[in-house]
């Protein structure tokens, strides 16, 4: 099974809370993210971090849970529920990051997947 996915970055019609930024589509490997959330966050006063931080940061926070799976977050850093001040301090200072673990996992993942694809 090769691993693909489509992002779609949309309007936030939904009225989402500001920590939403992003969803997987349910029973796909499909990634949302709500625009105009991440724009949102980037203009509040909570963060120092613009807005391409954030997309970026949202983007590989998605990105990480279609190769760990849905609902697997940390307790600190990119996979972190919800960012706190801190985190978004970090992200504009590139230094928001994946545990040591989920990196380890996330390769071995596209090891796996690489495998695959290639044995078919
Ligand atoms: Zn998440």
Not at 41 to 66: C, M, N, Q, V
Request: proline share 2%; glycine share 8%.
């Amino acid at each position: 099974m090769a691993l693909t996915s489509t992002l779609h970055v949309c309007a936030d019609r939904l009225g989402l809370l500001t920590a939403v930024l992003c969803a997987a589509a349910a029973g796909s490997k499909d990634l949302v993210v709500f625009y105009e959330t991440v724009q949102a966050l980037a203009r509040s006063a909570i963060t120092l971090a613009d807005l391409p931080e954030i997309l970026g940061i949202t983007l590989a926070h998605e990105i990480g849970h279609l190769l760990l799976g849905p609902g697997r977050h940390s307790a600190t850093g990119l996979m972190r529920a919800d960012w706190s001040r801190g985190d978004l301090e970090d992200a504009a200072k590139g230094r928001l990051l994946f545990s040591k673990e989920h990196a380890r996992r996330m390769r071995a993942e596209l090891d796996e997947v690489t495998l695959r694809s290639e044995s078919r």
